[in-house]
């Protein structure tokens, strides 16, 4: 193949910024994580299951199992999948830090493993992981911090992160909410800025909107060393995410998400402040948009028509996860398909003219 190079922004030094001339597959975070392209799974809790994140390490990236909420058995049955299927190299895990306070046996089970099995990287999502680093660290995995805003980065540096997502309000599924979240096109520049200044060795990466070589290719322009993909590894035929909801979100563009309270409240997830969610819009979301507060006092009758529609796959009802770059997910490639299309996309873009 045909070797191809990309202009990036380094992180500056002292008072001097150079430019330089990367392989994409030589990004910080690639050579850091023995990737041929920077890209993360994003570890996303029932949907990145075993067999997604072994198609994505098997394609060169980082395929992060998403733990989340920390069941157990859940976490125990994929991530040995994950190990059975790819390289352990590229294998790793996510975890939501605020149900960690609850109960971490789910990552005390993964940090115990034999050497050779335990995650390359874990990842922590919507809480404090300080008190989690050093565990982390002595397993010898890398640990990846997801923040949504600047207040949130020094909680990362004093953990420990070998890497910072900056995920933007675009994402899908959990993030923080209309009054508190970031976009991604300016939270990326302003966090690689003060990375130069304040941890120039943590690598970052870009969520939120990501979605094809486009989006993959602004991202390391922004400086992200770089992305973590979520709603378009979501849409893809190793995903857990239910047919039907994937058929929808193929069906929707941009415009049809919507970050809100309304699905935890029917889903009866207790999600702290100030994180909510974002999913398509669908009748039962639209009929409770604005009376929030009501749907809090009285959820019963709603969340029964939502029950009912996740026992009959019925996407009118039961909620279907993805962010504002649904409107870039056109078909439901198999992840190598999709991670091979995003790259030479990438490598298009970037190339010099």
Known sequence: ?????????????????????????????????????????????????????????????????????????????????????????????????WKLDEDASALDWVLDLPAAQRPRAVMLSFGDPRPYGARIAASGAALICQVQCMAQV?????????????????????????????ATLTFVPELADWLAAHSPDTLLLAAGGIADGRTLAAALVLGADGVLVGSRLWATQESLAPAGAKALAVQTDGDGTARTAIFDILRRKNWPAPYDFRAIRNPLHRQWEGRIDALR???????????????????????????????????????????????AQARARLAPR
Do not use: N
């Open 297 to 343: 006092a009285a959820p019963e009758e709603a969340r029964a028509a939502y029950d009912a529609g996740v026992a009959a796959g019925d996407f009118s009802a039961a909620h279907a996860t993805a962010g504002e770059a649904v409107g870039l997910i056109h078909d439901l490639p198999g992840a190598a398909e999709l991670i091979a299309r995003m790259d």
């Open 154 to 182: 020094p909680q990362a540096i004093e953990a420990g992160a070998s890497a910072i997502v900056a995920q933007g309000a675009e994402a899908g599924g959990h993030g923080m909410d209309a009054l508190h979240g970031r």
């Open 1 to 97: 193949m045909e070797t191809i190079h990309l202009m990036r922004w380094t992180r500056p030094q002292g008072t001097k910024t150079m430019a330089s001339m990367t392989h994409l597959q030589h990004s910080r975070f690639s050579a850091r994580f023995g990737l041929t392209t920077p890209v993360a799974l994003a570890p996303m809790a029932l949907a990145s299951g075993g067999a997604l994140a072994a198609a994505c390490a098997r394609a060169g990236a980082l395929g992060l199992v998403g733990g989340g909420y920390g069941d157990l058995a859940w976490t125990q049955r994929e991530y040995q999948l994950a190990l059975q299927a790819a390289d352990t190299g590229r294998i790793g895990c996510g975890f939501i830090t």
